[in-house]
Every structure is written in structure tokens, then in C-alpha cells.
DNA sequence: ACGATTTTCAGCATC
DNA sequence: TGAAAATCGT
């Protein structure tokens, strides 16, 4: 298949800075794959080729794409997400950044416990909340503590300015950073120091860079510091699907383009091979409702595709039972397969009903999203393990395991620890190696202290000769954190579960250290950044909210919820925020290739008690012509009973058989 | 210091 | 409603 007019145009401009507005649908990752190709094919080499994403998942399937397209070539490509990115300019250059070899990188827990430490005693959630977010913003904005200082324009904002500055003093002290530092400093690196930045563009000739418009201000600069004046990138996105401006994305990046390279060169992608033609009339109704620096007007050339409907039920769970009765049906009639089949909904509570009714109806099915292998307390711990035995300095990684499991090391000997450790400037573990300090506390306390010291030792020797997946396995055996396990959870399939967990991260650090390169530092580094959910690739419905639906695709695609107060959630009330509201239901609509399902109830449960309510104000955007509306009709549920009766026995007889 | 009970609160979620 | 945090009681 070759290219359109369009994607040809992407593909072959070379001379300056370049936009791609891509519709959904529209072949954008083939045009980024096919501009990688072609760049080599003039003469670039592979390894000065640049092409940044924003998750771990999107930079895999890059990947895969360059793989297929580009063979051997395609490993010299830098395939990153930003901070992947940030990470590796600051390993290069860590001096720049007063960063000692092998820091840490601190996940959004560990800097989050970092903060409240040093937040007031007894301060509120919400001004904790405020702080860290303040804190948050202060760092993408690409400010320092001194300059957040000068900044601060109120007493909130003073006091959020020197909580920043003492965190990062802290940060420094335990030779670690947090995610937004793997933007900001190497982006303070890179601006301050104009012989540095001269390295680092000639480091990549040309940079790709996809989703532009979720970018916030601090990932925009870092691209425009790499770039520089030349301007040899191409920025692929769509403004008509940025859904994240509450995460710090910023849509302004788009016009700063064409400020910042007045050369730009803008390509819309218009034509869409996802979309029935139906699906993609409703959409573009849809999002014609909003303001649009950039209008575009994608078409399909594929059929019009199956009706569109919108079911009115009477609550969710009639919603639910009514959405899998309409997905038992089509997979009947089109004999697609139940991964074939998405549902997607504006709020990650709303699969509860939905996953009641599929698991009534005996289909396999599979939540995206919600917790990562990650967010697991004996997958950190174990992780924390690692980090302390990698890096003496890591406090954070110290202060989490260094009763876990139980060694009678409490609240107060760390303190008192704590102490005498900032007196002599060493880091807690390491005073915790010091004759000195261990004289000064209780026998009890010191004695548990030395004894741990000494293991970590002996760890830190084997950590030279010994892959990191054998030395966490030695680690949590020496430990006992089975047996830690053991004690603390009372459930037993909790207990497999976690078990299974520390297995799976034993699996992933294997794999890493397959590949050869990395001590153990750079290694847990790595996988900090990390937060793959295993998907199977079981045949199951998959279940998602619409953000996490960004990027897919499915045949058949059921939004439920669709009610005002949910889907434009309460929350969206100003306009700007229905615009995004608004920006999102075309995500979700435009996911769907053939069959597309819109249900909203009449009642809903909330916060405990019943009320009516409207349909979504988005369901009269978009044309009624292409709507099939119906209400409630107990014929067609008897229909679907039936059906699911039938569903119920093929199974069985598929098990009997097997 | 811990486990049981009461209160509170409610969005999406990347690295 | 239900989960998580806060508080209570030992």
C-alpha cells in the first residue's frame, strides 16, 4: 500500500521544520515509520535519528514498526519517551546537573513521601495536595528553587518555593531525581551551556516526535533545545485529541511552533482508513462544536458501516446487562472475536457493573489500566532493595526496607540515626556502617543496624559478578520476605498474587540483564521508569476508561455512561473544559472501525443515593440522521436472555470438550 | 503501637 | 456506595 498525497508530503520534507496535524485514523504512526525509512534512505544514519513518545508502550510499538520496516537499521535508532530521554542526557552529563554516577531516580511515591516529610507537621491533605502540584508545576515550567523563590508572588506560593528548595536539597543529598527533574535539569544543562547543547544537536540530526500536542512546557523547550535553529524535526499530533491539559499539557505548544521557526511547514492528515463512514460523519459533527486554530474535515473511503445506536436503559446495571447482550449478539453475527469488542467509559468505577454482567454472561474479559505491577508495595520493596544495594545514598530506598521485613528497627532509632547521619553528612545507610554513630544509640537498636549494614555489604559485593534477577532472588530469600508476606496478608490468594508479582519482576530484571549492558545501577534506574501492565493477549472484551483508549483500535466499540455529569464529567463545567470533555467523546467515538454502540441510563446510583438523569449534551451534537435512538424493549432483552443462555452452553460444551 | 470503628469523599493518569 | 483515611480504644 503506498502512501497518500498527504503522508508523501510528511514524509518527504526535509527542508525545515514541519507539523503534522494527523487526524485520528489517519496512518500517523506509518508516517513516522516511513519518514524514519526514508531519512535513512538519503543518507541519514540510523543512529542520528531521534524519535521521542510519551509512554513506554507507544516508544515499544515504534519499535516494532521501524523493526519491521527498517531491519537492521531500525537498532540504531534512539526510540525514547521523554524522559527516557532526560535520563540518558543526564547519565552523559550528570556532573552538569551536580548529580554523582549511578543517582536515583525516585518514583512518584517515594518523591511524594520526600515532600510530606518536609511539608509542616500536621499540614492538610489538600495543602499537601496544593504543594506537591505547585511544586510540580514550579519544576515544568523549567524554574529553580531560586527562581521559584523571586517568583513567588503570594505566602502560599513562598511557602511552596521553599518547600521546593528543601526538597531538592534533600534530593541532592541522596543523589537522586524525581520524573520532572529527567525533564528540567537536563533541560537547565542544555540552556545554560551553549557548548554542551552544541553537542547534544549534533548528537541527532533529525527528531521525531509524536503526540505533539500532549507536550507541556518544559518537554517543548528540551525539544527546541535539541532542535536549535535548524529546526530538523517534524512534530506529528492532533489537536483535535488532546485530552490531557489537566496533566500539564499544554496546546499552546502548537502555535509556538510556528512562532519559534517561522519556516514551519504545516501537513493535515484528512483521510481516515480506521472509520466506518457513519462513525466518522458523527464524529466530525461532533468536534465541529469546538474552537479549531487548525479545522480539519477527515473522510473515509471505507463503507458506511452498521447503524450507530444509542440505548436508553434504565440504570447501569440494565446498561451493563443490555451492552453484553448487544456484544453476544455481534460477535454472532459478525464472528468477530471478544478482543475484537472494546467498552469505554469516562470513569474507572463505571467498570464495576460492566465487569458484573460479563462475568454473569461467562465472557472473558480484561480491564486496562488501574494498577501496574509497579504500584505493588513487595514489588517497591523489593525495587528498593535493589536501589539501596545499587546506591548507599538512597535513602528513600533505606527508609523503606530497612524494617521490612520486621528487624526492630523503629521510628525513633531512625531518627536518631537520621540525626547523627546529617551531622557527618553521610547518608543513612552509610552511618549506619560508622562505629561512631552506632555508638551513640541504644545497644538494641545498633546491633539491628550493624547486622543489616552487613548484609547489604555482602550483597553490594555479589551485585559485581551476580545478574540482578539471582541477586534480588538471594536478597528476598536471605530476608525472609516470603515469610514477611506470610505474616502481614491473611489472605492467602493475596499472598500467591504478591508471590507472583516479585516472580514477574525477577522475570523483567532477567530479561534486562539478557541484554547485556548496565550495571545495577543504570538497571533499576531503568525500570523505575518502567510501569508495563502485562496484557495478555487473551481473547477477552477489554474494558478501559477513554484516556487509556487513546491510541487504540477495536471493530466494535461500546461508550457507556453517556449522561450529563459523567460524559462531559460535572467537573468540566467552564467551557474550556467541555471543549476537552468534548475532545475526548471523539476520541472514544473514533476508535470504533465498524460497529459503534452509545448507551446512557435514566437512573444512576451516586455517592450512595439514586437519581435521574439526561442523556449527554454530546448525544444532540451529533447528527440524528446517522443515530438509530431506542429505548427499553423487553422483547429484544428476551432476545438477548436467549442468546446468553446459548453463550452460556456453547462454553460449557468447549470446556466438556477440551 | 495496633486493630477496629467512624468519617470522609468522590476524575481522567503518563514517566 | 465503597474505599481510604482518620480516629478511637485497648
Redesign the pocket.
Known amino acids: 500500500m503506498s502512501l497518500n498525497p498527504a503522508q508523501r508530503a510528511a514524509v518527504e520534507h526535509l527542508d525545515g521544520p514541519l507539523l503534522v496535524l494527523a487526524g485520528a485514523g489517519s496512518g500517523k504512526t506509518r508516517v513516522v515509520t516511513e519518514k524514519l525509512a526514508w531519512l535513512v534512505a538519503r543518507g541519514f544514519p540510523p543512529g542520528e535519528l531521534l524519535a521521542i513518545t ?4 507507544a516508544a515499544r510499538e515504534m519499535r516494532e514498526r521501524a523493526a519491521a520496516r527498517l531491519r537492521g537499521d531500525a537498532e540504531a535508532l534512539t526510540i525514547s ?1 521523554f ?2 530521554l532526560g535520563l540518558r542526557l543526564l547519565q552523559a552529563e550528570a556532573r552538569f546537573a551536580g548529580l554523582r554516577p549511578g543517582f536515583t531516580v525516585l518514583d ?1 511515591d517515594d518523591s511524594l513521601k520526600a515532600l510530606k516529610e518536609l511539608a509542616p507537621a500536621g499540614i492538610s ?1 489538600d495543602n499537601l495536595y496544593w504543594l506537591r502540584q505547585t511544586v510540580s508545576t514550579l519544576k515544568n515550567a523549567g524554574m529553580d528553587p531560586a527562581q521559584a523563590l523571586q517568583a513567588a508572588a503570594g505566602p502560599r506560593e513562598l511557602q511552596a518555593a521553599e518547600l521546593y528548595g528543601a526538597y531538592q536539597k534533600r534530593m541532592t543529598a541522596w543523589n537522586a531525581v524525581d ?1 520532572d527533574d529527567l525533564i528540567r535539569l537536563p533541560l537547565a544543562a542544555l540552556e545554560s551551556d551553549e557548548s554542551l547543547r552544541g553537542r547534544w544537536q549534533r548528537r541527532w540530526r533529525y527528531l521525531m516526535v509524536d503526540e505533539y500536542q500532549d507536550t507541556n512546557g518544559a518537554q517543548y523547550r528540551l525539544l527546541k533545545a535539541l532542535a536549535g535553529e535548524r529546526g530538523a524535526f517534524t512534530a506529528v499530533g492532533d489537536d483535535d485529541q488532546s485530552i490531557y491539559a ?2 500539564g499539557a499544554d496546546p499552546a505548544n502548537l502555535a509556538r511552533l510556528a512562532q519559534d521557526w517561522p519556516a514551519l511547514r504545516i501537513v493535515k492528515l484528512e483521510q481516515n482508513y480506521r472509520c466506518a463512514g457513519r462513525i466518522l460523519r458523527a464524529a466530525n459533527a461532533l468536534i465541529a462544536n469546538n474552537p479549531r486554530p487548525h479545522p480539519k474535515t477527515l473522510w473515509s473511503a471505507l463503507p458506511d458501516g452498521p447503524p450507530i445506536r444509542v440505548l436508553a436503559c434504565r440504570d447501569n446495571e440494565h446498561e451493563a446487562q443490555r451492552v453484553v447482550a448487544e456484544l453476544v449478539g455481534r460477535r454472532q453475527s459478525s464472528g468477530c472475536r471478544w478482543s475484537d469488542c472494546a467498552v469505554l467509559y ?4 463505571q467498570a464495576r457493573a460492566l465487569e458484573q454482567a460479563l462475568r454473569l454472561a461467562a465472557i472473558p474479559y480484561q480491564i486496562a ?1 488501574g494498577d501496574s505491577l509497579f504500584d505493588c508495595a513487595e514489588v517497591r520493596d523489593a525495587l528498593a532493595y535493589l536501589r539501596l544495594v545499587a546506591n548507599p545514598s538512597d535513602d528513600g530506598a533505606f527508609l523503606r526496607i530497612v524494617n521490612v521485613p520486621r528487624r526492630e528497627i ?2 525513633t532509632t531512625l531518627e536518631r540515626l537520621g540525626e547523627l547521619a546529617g551531622r557527618v553528612n553521610l547518608s543513612l545507610a552509610q552511618a549506619a556502617g560508622q562505629d561512631a554513630a552506632l555508638a551513640a544509640l541504644p545497644a538494641r537498636a545498633s546491633a539491628g543496624l550493624a547486622a543489616f549494614e552487613q548484609q547489604l555489604g555482602q550483597w553490594r559485593r555479589r551485585a559485581a559478578s551476580e545478574p540482578a534477577d539471582t541477586l534480588l532472588a538471594r536478597i528476598l530469600d536471605e530476608v525472609d520476605y516470603a515469610g514477611h508476606i506470610e505474616r502481614s496478608d491473611k489472605n492467602p490468594d493475596q499472598r500467591q498474587r504478591r508471590l507472583r508479582n516479585l516472580d514477574a519482576l525477577r522475570q523483567i530484571l532477567a530479561g534486562f540483564a539478557r541484554h547485556g549492558r548496565g550495571g545495577l545501577a543504570e538497571l533499576t534506574q531503568a525500570v523505575s ?1 518502567l ?1 508495563e501492565r502485562d496484557q495478555a493477549d487473551q481473547d477477552a472484551v477489554r474494558l ?2 477513554v ?2 483508549a487513546k491510541g487504540l483500535e477495536f471493530r466494535n466499540v461500546a461508550i457507556v455512561g453517556l449522561e450529563d455529569g459523567t460524559f462531559p ?1 460535572d ?2 463545567q467552564d467551557e474550556g ?1 467541555v471543549d476537552e ?1 468534548r475532545r475526548l467523546f471523539y476520541v472514544a467515538l473514533t476508535r470504533a472501525k465498524e460497529w459503534l454502540l452509545l448507551s446512557h441510563s435514566l437512573r444512576r ?1 451516586r ?2 443515593s439514586i437519581e435521574a438523569c439526561t442523556p449527554s449534551r454530546f448525544l444532540d451534537e451529533l447528527p440524528a440522521a446517522e443515530l438509530h435512538r431506542e429505548g427499553e424493549d423487553p422483547e429484544r432483552d428476551a432476545d438477548h436472555s436467549r442468546a446468553l443462555a446459548r453463550n452460556h452452553l456453547d462454553r460449557l460444551a468447549a470446556l466438556l470438550g477440551d
Open positions: 510519551f509512554t513506554n508502550k519517551t524522559h527516557a512518584a491533605p520524573f489537566w496533566r469516562r470513569g474507572n468505577h489500566g523503629g521510628a521508569l510501569s478501559m476508561t484516556h487509556s464529567h467537573a468540566a473544559r470533555e446510583r455517592y450512595g
